[in-house]
Each structure stands twice: as C-alpha cells, then as structure tokens.
C-alpha cells in the first residue's frame, strides 16, 4: 500500500467554505485527553479564522494558529500509514465472509438518493450545515452480503440484536436525530440511551430494552426505513492523501505540533462516516484503503436541520437534549456531562461564542503556557461552543468511542461529528440548561 498522508483535516473530514467566528472562546482542560498535565487556566481566543476549503484540497488555503498560511497540499512522505497488521479484525455476527453479490437494481435510495449529508434547503441552517459537513456520494450496486443483510434486516418482538439488526437499529435512530454517537452495530450504553430519547420525543414508555412499539416507530417512515444503511464509497485523494502526526502525550510536544491532525487515515475515514475504526476494517477486511478503491462505509443521512433553541445537558442520563423556539425535543446526543472531581455548572446559561475549530490553551504550574493547535484531536475537538459562563462549553472530543465513557472538566462533550451539526443549528443565544 502506498504511503498515506493527511491534508487539513477540515478538507478531509468538512471540506468547507471559509467561515469566520468572531468573539471570545474558551477551551477546558481535558483529563481524558491530556493524562500528563494536571492543571489548566482558560485563555480567550479573540478571533479564531477558520479554514478556506474546497473539496479539492489542491486549491486549499489553510490558517494556523499565528494565521500562518499552510499548503494544505504539501505532502509529507514521513507521516503514518494504516498498519492493518496491528489493528485486530472482527468478525461479524459469525459471518466473516463479505461476498460480493451482484444486484441488479441501480441505486434507488429514497431519502438521500445516492448523496448523504448534502441538504438542497437554502435556509440559514442549511446553509451553515453545508459548510461543516461533508457531502458523501455513494451507490448501492454490487453491495456486499453483509450490507445486504442489514439494509433487509427487520426486528421482531423477543429476537436478540445482533450486530445485522443493532447497526440498523442505529441508523434508524441516528436518522431520527436521536444519535448514538459510533455506529458499530453494537447494542450497548449510546443505543440504549438513544432508544430512550426517541422514546422520549415520540411520547413512548420509556424502557431499558427495545420493544415492538418503538420498533414500528422508528420504522412508520417507510422511505425512511427503506433507505441503506451501508452503503458503497469510492476513496478518493482528499480522503487517502492527508496529513497525519503522532500525538505525544507531553503538552508541550503537544504545543510545537502543526496541527492535532488524525493518527491515522482510517481514524479520519472512521470519523467521516460516524463509524468506529474497527467496524470499518470488519466490513472491509481486504481492502488496502488506497485511492479508487470502494468500501463499504455507513449512510450518515441527513442532520437535524432545525434551529436550536435551547439544549439540556442531562448529567444523569449524559444526554445533550436539543429544543427548538416551541420547546419540541428535535435531537439528542450522547455526551460526557464533568466528572466527579471536575463537575458541570448547575442553572441555565447562554451560548456566548460560536468557533469551529479552536486551539487550547494550558497553564502549567509554573505559569508557563502551551498553546495546543487546532484539529480533530485537539482536547476540545473541532468545535467550541462557548457559554455565558467563563470557561464552560459545548465541544467536540479526539476520542469519539469513549463519550459516555470517559470525564469531562466540567463541559459538554460531544463526538465531533455531533458537535459540528450543533454548532450549525444552535443560535447565537441559545439558552443552555445543566440538570
């Protein structure tokens, strides 16, 4: 396989139109994140300029944190590749074997029609989600015996969920704007909890396990339910050409970085497309991962579209709740409300800032600072969603398999797919609730 390197990971992962956030942000520390570093003081970002992107990335002008300006084509040889060697391999539902089994139908998607995430409304939200999120093009002719089988599959009362049925069960919830953060076809914490929201917002009993009622819910939608889950993908230079890095665990290493880029090609494939790393390697188990080669990857859909109003970060359930201007629950997310030794505020406060890609600022106990630069992986992710109340945010994580599974220093965390689709629906004043 040849040499893998990484582009801006906004090219990549968004390939978006030049934005510009202005105001104060703020970045909290992250324990989870940054293990060697013990204390943090907050620093202001007065004006964060982000990436001038298209999709094709030969034409691309990025922004450093000194508004430096990088070629996002440079192309370094000594960056790292996949090691599928070091990675294991699953098998799934004891079916390893993923045959390639013609169909004769063209692709006849009902919802996304061969194009996810891309949305045709010219409203101001769409607009905005347009910018922060990538549109995929995908087909679904020749799909794998394994895509198959769950894009046919259909629960029954009493029948376990295995991994055909709960990576269905997943994107009929992601598509119901009830996320479950990964999708790897696992029925765990995330899909339970996004069960209960969905059942929350239809005005279903609440229940720890899926029943028939809100099975036919979540599947009223005949074109909904109808459309595939997994789907075909054609790699191509913007997602196989991209810079890549070795994060240290030391801040200060952290600090002389170009940018907290992905580790990996397959962890910015595995973001793109919602997916955990290992289920992407699962259902494509002899692919190189190598330009214009089709994978079989996850259908995003489309995101919420609505504009939020207010949201309720639940420390119980660590659930974000999204309400739009009549208090109508629109989405949900699964997220990382503090921690014991770090807790959220209590009461309501409001968004203050809006700044998509950040850097980080850390305070060592000497007083010294380490500016961390932007990117996916940077402790607040790609997103920071400033509130009313100095220090506290909304944000994205560099580790989207351990939301709801890890602490966070007092602010909300969100995978950073969810926090951009946040960060393109919340108004500028929205008001935000800890409860």
Known sequence: MRQLTKINSAIAAVGLSTVLFMGQSYAENSTTTDAATNSSTIMPISVISILSAQNDASSSNNSNLNNKPVNSDTINNNNNNINKDNTKKESINGNDSINNNPTNSPDIS???????????STS???????????????????????????????????ANIDRITGTKLQALLNWHQSGVGVVDGYWGKNTRKAMQAFQKAQGLAVTD???????????????????????????????????????PTDTKAKAKLEGMYYESVLEGLAEKFHMSEQYIIALNPNTNFDVGETITVYNPGKPNTKSVSRVVADKTTQTLYAYDDKNTLIASYPTTVGSIATPSPTGTHKVKVKVYQPNYTYTHDDGSKSIIPMGPNNPVGSVWIGLSKPSYGIHGSPDPERISRQASAGCVRLTNWDALALLGTIKDDAVVEFK
């Open 110 to 120: 009902p919802v996304t029609k061969g194009v996810s995430q891309k949305l045709t």
């Open 124 to 158: 101001e939200t769409a607009t905005s989600l347009n910018k922060f999120l990538p549109t995929i093009k995908y087909n679904t002719e020749n799909l794998s015996k394994m895509a198959q089988q769950v894009n046919a599959a259909n629960w029954t009362a009493g």
């Open 209 to 247: 396990t899926l029943n028939e009622e809100t099975w036919k819910a979540l599947t009223k939608n005949a074109r909904l339910a109808a459309q595939p889950v997994l789907v075909n993908y054609k790699l191509n230079d913007n997602d196989i050409y991209i810079k890549t890095t070795t994060i």
